[in-house]
């Protein structure tokens, strides 16, 4: 949520900036804006300039290449409003009352009513509505206080003065500030939100995600919760939150090339729902390989005492990964007998049930940085530690797609699906792989805990490894498909979508994805509870998309689907064809699959129908409107 890139060395700045904020316009694109700070070797010395403009960051570029903003120190910003409404006063960055400081965040700051009352009260004007403004101010003050007392302009000065201030925020954030009296000095901080400087020939860009690093460097360091850093042309200076000094090896980055292109696709998000034959190769090649001895027919980078004496599970997620839980806890349920309950990660942590002892938590994160996610994770942990009984010792997992991420340094296990990384807003291959993440944990404690036979084991081992190809076919098929059956439905304005067992997430899932990228209404529901008063909605113009894999619910769902047509609602099937299908008006046939893997199958038709229904509309299908990739904030 909110993209920030900050720069520092020899190469003007604004073209970097510019560069890293288009890898980022996922996090937010509500308006964009940035500011840099000419070096005194300039005529014009050591002055701020700042562009900010409302809207995609398209309208930024252009006010820049018009006005220029010259300068090899500079912070950017891409956002997505919180605070204050998508207005260019309420872009970042904020400056303080002279003009001098700038500043971009991305978090919020919760104590802003009050920290924007006392200022107020001393004198201080404000030019936006957001929380942020009030940090260039305190910094401003805290700036002004220091010289009062006799101390030196200079980088350092700059560092002590947000160090100050950072201690007075409260909330989650990760912010660059640059001074035009210190043109040699960025500084940089975070809280419970990310930020990471990547380390390239004599100049460093920090940002708060690993794409807009892509051309710039590979050699990364992660800033920890807590931390606060400042960059000069000479180096880094990283410190925690008591002060201390800190001094760490940085890591390595893979995988940033295939970022930037969509090759021949017209969206991020088409190219990535036909990445997903290849997302599902990749996870058979690392999970299913041949030749794994029968007791442990699955590669996991878990030791055994990871599975040992498990009596439940809860899984904590939030949108679409929530619904790829909710069909892990159905294979973790059903499949290997482990009790297991999803839970939304944002009631989770108000509500949370009592504690049960040798529980094993999972949080699902595509980004790792989902705010609700992972605070849920750490209020767990913390009132297990709390409760000190080794019965409830906290047992955790991750399962995100960015290994690099915050919730990788939170959690002691971590699983990583390993999809490369989703540009496109609306999620899709991640989900693929969330899911298939699941069937190997699935498949790992059914085998260990032997609440399967291994003929049940290999056989669904086996069907795992045709998916790749049956995919590539899928998606080419549904791809022609979708065509057709959307522009049927291209004006209609409420969808309801079906399914049962395994395929309820589905259904779910199938009305997300409309929601989110064709702004059409749609509900999912379990087949089932259709008659006790969604049905009221059912007439000619409300069509229903109705899962019917076979398997324990096969009849029951079709049962439900008739109950629909008699009431006149146009009745789309997605179901393997010629098993009692004719009772559909459309079809979107999936292989006849085992009802353990129908998910992987009856997702496609899904995905496809909502892209191109959203294309046939017209619309920002990988910017939809509101949205943003990574939701860091509360
Ligand atoms: C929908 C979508 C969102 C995310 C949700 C959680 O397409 O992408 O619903 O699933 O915001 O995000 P992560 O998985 O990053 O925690």
Not at 152 to 178: D, F, M, P, W
Not at 290 to 318: D, H, K, M, T
Not at 528 to 544: D, F, N, S, T
Request: charged content about 20%; some cysteine.
């Amino acid at each position: 949520m909110c993209g920030i890139v900050a720069v520092i060395g020899s190469r003007d700045a604004a073209p970097l900036l510019l560069k890293g904020l288009k890898q980022l316009e996922y996090r937010g694109y509500d308006s964009a804006g940035l500011a840099t700070v000419t070096t005194r070797d300039i005529p014009s010395t050591g002055s701020l300039i700042c562009k900010r403009a409302n809207g995609k960051l398209a309208n930024l570029v252009e006010k820049v290449h018009s006005e220029g903003a010259p300068g090899q120190l500079g912070i950017g910003h891409t956002r997505w409003a919180t605070h204050g409404k998508p207005e260019e006063r309420n872009a970042h960055p904020h400056r303080d009352s002279s003009g001098s400081l700038a500043v971009v965040q991305n978090g919020i700051i919760e104590n802003h009513s009050a920290l924007r009352k006392a200022l107020q009260l001393e004198g201080v004007k404000f030019a936006s509505d957001t929380d942020t403004e009030v940090i260039p101010h305190l910094i401003s003050r805290e700036l002004n206080l220091l010289k009062s007392q006799g101390r030196i302009v200079n980088a350092t000065l700059l560092l002590e003065a947000v160090r100050k201030v950072v201690s007075q925020l409260q909330g989650a954030y990760a912010l660059a500030v640059v001074w035009q009296e210190t043109p040699e000095a960025l500084v940089v901080a975070r809280k419970q939100a990310p930020l990471l400087i990547g380390l390239g020939e004599g100049e460093f860009l920090c940002a708060s995600d690993t794409p807009a690093l892509a051309g710039f460097t590979r050699t990364i360091l992660p800033m920890e919760d807590g931390e606060v850093a400042l960059l000069t042309p000479l180096g880094i200076e990283l410190y925690d939150s008591q002060g201390h000094r800190q001094q760490r090896s940085p890591s390595f980055l893979h995988g940033l090339e295939d970022v930037v292109s969509k090759r021949n696709f017209r969206h991020f998000m088409l190219k990535e729902i036909y990445e997903q034959p290849e997302t599902a190769r990749l996870w058979v090649d690392r999970h299913l390989p041949l030749g794994l001895p029968e007791a442990v027919p699955v590669a996991l980078p878990f030791e055994n005492s990871f599975y040992e004496g498990i009596e439940r599970i809860q899984i904590l997620a939030c949108g679409t990964s929530r619904h790829a839980a909710m069909v892990g806890a159905y294979l973790l349920e059903q499949f290997a007998g482990i009790p297991t309950t999803v839970f939304y990660a944002s009631e989770f942590r108000y509500a949370p049930p009592p504690l049960a002892p040798n529980t094993l938590t999972i949080g699902v994160t595509q980004s790792g940085e989902t705010a609700d996610t992972l605070a849920a994770l750490a209020m767990e942990k913390e009132r297990r530690e709390v409760y000190k009984h080794p019965d409830f010792l906290s047992r955790e997992l991750g399962i995100t797609n960015r290994a690099e991420s915050s919730i990788a340094r939170q959690v002691s296990n971590i699983l990583d699906i390993g999809a490369g990384l989703e540009v496109g807003v609306a999620a899709t291959k991640t989900f693929l792989a969330q899911l298939l993440s699941f069937y190997s944990l699935t498949l790992s404690f059914a085998s260990r805990r032997k609440s399967r036979s291994l003929e049940e084991i290999t056989s669904l081992i086996n069907e795992l490894r045709l998916l790749p190809k049956q995919l590539l076919v899928l998606v080419k098929q549904h791809d022609a498909l979708a065509v057709t059956l959307a522009q049927r439905f291209s004006d209609t304005q409420n969808v309801i979508f079906l399914g049962r067992g395994i395929n309820y997430p589905i259904a779910l899932e199938g009305a997300l994805k409309l929601k989110e990228i064709s702004y059409i209404h749609a509900e999912g529901y379990p087949a089932g509870e259709m008659k006790h008063g969604p049905i009221a909605l059912l007439e000619r113009r409300v069509p229903v998309i109705s899962i019917a894999t076979p398997g324990v619910v096969f009849e029951k769902v079709l049962s439900n689907a008739q109950e629909a047509k008699a009431r006149d609602a146009q009745l789309i099937g997605v179901a393997p064809e010629g098993l009692a299908t004719e009772i559909f008006d459309a079809l979107m046939p999936i292989p006849e699959v085992s009802e353990w893997i129908s998910p992987l199958f009856s997702v496609i038709p899904m995905q496809l129908l909502s892209y191109h229904i959203a294309a046939n509309r017209g619309l920002d299908i990988d910017q939809p409107r509101n949205l943003a990739k990574s939701v860091t904030v509360e």
